[in-house]
């Protein structure tokens, strides 16, 4: 059904069409399940202690509150991530703030964490029946208002609040759309944030009879020192896993766009070749045992399985959704599948 409404949705605003996208899927996973697409055959992947029924997932921003769980995981996602959720609530910034880049399959968001507020992210997840195998990670940042200097509370809060409803939490340190959020990345405050929380995460493992994994997702845009210098903190301090990139403030790639100039961060098709160095080089920095989630311009099954070449154990997409529709999901299992499942160079064909 996609390709039929593409047209039609790229005729509204962006914002507009992303609403109505949602309320859809929600009258189709209710009313006519069969106009969703077939869910595609497991492909177990085991990471952060998991187990994944395949390795590709949604990344957050698509559902901010988590209102449209089941919808969402009945595409066929191994996982899907709602958020980024605050501790109190928030309208972001002034629209327009989303602006589709078709010439170039981009998308450029400024949307600014607007969202209900994590109470109301907790009751949209109790409600919600996850009747299906995918699983539900969580992805917490802090209000606009609240200075770095005591930004770990926000975060506190926000997974003390959902670590009982998450299979993973994510913290969200590197959007562009939030003033001062990505010198959170710096050494010295990763370093003590990141400590802090990983010191709760254990409390609340304890608390509450099961350690919930905790992630951190890292921009695109660090230099190598930065990349080199992160790698070192988040594995001295352990952390379960890393996603690599959020979106980028570089406009290589877009240039002469008429859109390209507006502020925010620009994801899509321009975004693959930068996301996936970042994530080959935290791989190659990173002890084994911390997975990646590549993320970053999947438009097609050849772009997931670039990222599973880079290191990446699982991978997540959105804005290729907005330009190939949910048949992305299963064409990135079948794919990752082929590559998994190939045969190794030198072995006899099949039917020698």
Known sequence: MYPLARPLLFGLDAERAHGLTLQALDWAHARAPSLLPSTPAPLPTR?????FPNPVGLAAGLDKD??????????????????TVTPRPQPGNPAPRLFRLPRHRAVINRMGFNNGGVDVLVRNVERARRSGPGLLG????????????????DYMYGLSRVYGLADYVTI????PN?????????????RQLVGTLREEQERLGAKHG???????KIAPDLSERDIEACARVLGELQVDGVIATNTTT???GVEGDRLADQAGGLSGAPLLARSTTVLRMMRTRLPESIPLVGVGGILSGADAVAKFAAGAT??????????????????????????????????LPPDA
């Open 178 to 190: 939030t003033a001062g959020l990505r010198e959170l990345q710096e050494e010295q405050q990763l």
């Open 250 to 252: 570089s406009r290589e």
């Open 172 to 175: 969200n340190i590197s959007s």
């Open 138 to 153: 969580i992805n917490i940042g802090k209000n606009k208002d609240t200075p770095n200097a005591i930004a770990a509370g």
């Open 314 to 347: 699982l991978v997540q997409c959105y804005s290729g959704l907005v330009y190939r529709g949910p048949g992305l999901v299963g064409e990135c299992v079948e794919a990752i599948r082929r590559r998994r499942f190939a045969p190794s160079r030198g072995s």
């Open 47 to 51: 990471a952060f202690g998991l187990e």
């Open 66 to 83: 988590g209102a449209h769980i089941d919808a969402l995981l009945a595409l066929g996602f191994g996982f899907i991530e709602i958020g």
């Open 210 to 216: 099961r350690r919930v994994p905790m992630l951190v």
